[in-house]
């Protein structure tokens, strides 16, 4: 199984101000990575697949970057609306798996 | 506009078999694998499984001694049981879809709005 180790657990910003999540995967795979948005009382929304490309709808503040085992979701500029939990994801050997999820709060 | 609507048990207790039921409207239902994952209160998402229109199924190791999934074509719907419950079993569920094909194959496109499963003697 491949294990997917996010951090920070928590990240504290103001709105205005740039956020950097990393995702780090127990073996390569690739640039087959996604991240989630869940906000409270929601499903989890798509943001990024293929570690890089925006999600229908997705803002342009939102940007994936990395390959590997080495994977960030960048957020330019924080709005409001952004602070959320964040989970990558990854699919291979027929399994999928998260990471236990970065918690960015104001 | 896809749109996955679900349904099922919400209080269970020890021992007894979940049973959720997901209904897709407004797609296609082949094109897809249909998952579920699971959330407990607070923490994080664990996969549970997946299923193709044809019954071909994927689960997850540390589940797939108690789980089993089904399709209705027919109905476009798909279900998930899992047996012998415990309190550790307790979370919102949640459908979810899986493109077979193209860039967003391995990503979990739609979801449903969840059903919370709680299992209390």
């Known amino acids: 199984e491949i294990v997917l180790t996010q951090s920070p657990a928590t990240l504290s910003l103001s709105p205005g101000e740039r956020a950097t999540l990393s995702c780090r995967a127990s073996q390569s795979i690739g640039d087959y990575l996604a991240w989630y948005q869940q906000k409270p009382g929601q499903a989890p929304r798509l943001l990024i697949y293929e570690a890089s490309t925006r999600a229908t709808g997705v803002p342009a503040r939102f940007s994936g970057s990395g390959s590997g085992t080495d994977f960030a979701l960048t957020i330019s500029s924080l709005e409001p609306e952004d602070f959320a939990i964040y989970y990558c994801?990854?699919?291979?050997?027929?399994?999928?798996?998260f990471g236990q999820g970065t918690r960015l709060e104001i | 506009q896809v749109q996955l609507q679900q349904w099922g048990a919400g209080l269970l207790k020890p021992s007894e078999t979940l049973s959720l039921t997901c209904a897709v409207f407004?797609?296609?239902?082949?094109?897809?694998?249909w998952n579920w994952i699971r959330q407990p209160s607070g923490k994080g998402l664990e996969w549970i499984g997946e299923?193709?229109?044809?019954?071909?199924?994927n689960y997850n190791p540390s589940l797939k001694s108690r789980v089993t999934m089904s399709v209705d074509t027919a109905k476009n719907q798909f279900s998930l049981e899992l047996k012998s419950v415990t309190a550790a079993d307790t979370a919102m569920y949640y459908c979810a879809r899986r493109p077979l094909a193209g860039a967003v194959a391995g990503t979990l496109n739609s979801w449903g709005q969840g059903t919370l499963v709680t299992v209390s003697s």
């Open positions: 407004g797609g296609s239902f082949s094109d897809f694998y």
């Open positions: 299923i193709n229109r044809s019954g071909t199924t």
């Open positions: 994801q990854q699919r291979s050997f027929w399994a999928i798996t």
